[in-house]
Nanobody, 121 residues
Framework: QVQLVESGGGLVQAGGSLRLSCAAS????????MGWFRQAPGKERGFVAA????????RYADSVKGRFTISIDNRKNTVYLQMNSLKPEDTAVYYC??????????????WGQGTRVTVSS
């Protein structure tokens, strides 16, 4: 079983930056790709970004392309999401999860508590 703990969220003004971290524990971490998801108030949880276990391949939602960067450190069992040029519409609770492939957005593990990101105008 894999445990996922997100951190790094907070309150930031529009145009600012944040870096989210997702620390994973368990022997199966390096076996799977990783992804970031978010859920805004009144909306369903949606895909944000994904990365292969090697870190070579990435995929992003159109709404964050050019602004967000996903990366992975297998030695630390940690996935990051660097968020730049933040917009109020980025406000959401951000979650990470395991994926079979970076091109597959379906989460494999249970959802954690996530980390809240609030972008003010």
């Amino acid at each position: 079983q894999v445990q996922l703990v997100e951190s790094g969220g907070g309150l930031v003004q529009a145009g600012g930056s944040l870096r989210l971290s997702c620390a994973a524990s368990g022997r199966t971490f390096s076996t799977y790709a990783m992804g970031w998801f978010r859920q805004a108030p009144g909306k369903e949880r949606g895909f944000v970004a994904a990365i292969s276990r090697s870190g070579t391949n990435t995929r992003y939602a159109d709404s964050v392309k050019g602004r967000f960067t996903i990366s992975i450190d297998n030695r630390k069992n940690t996935v990051y999401l660097q968020m730049n040029s933040l917009k109020p519409e980025d406000t959401a609770v951000y979650y990470c999860n395991l994926l079979n492939y970076y091109i597959d957005s379906r989460p494999l593990s249970s959802w954690g508590q996530g980390t809240r990101v609030t972008v003010s105008s």
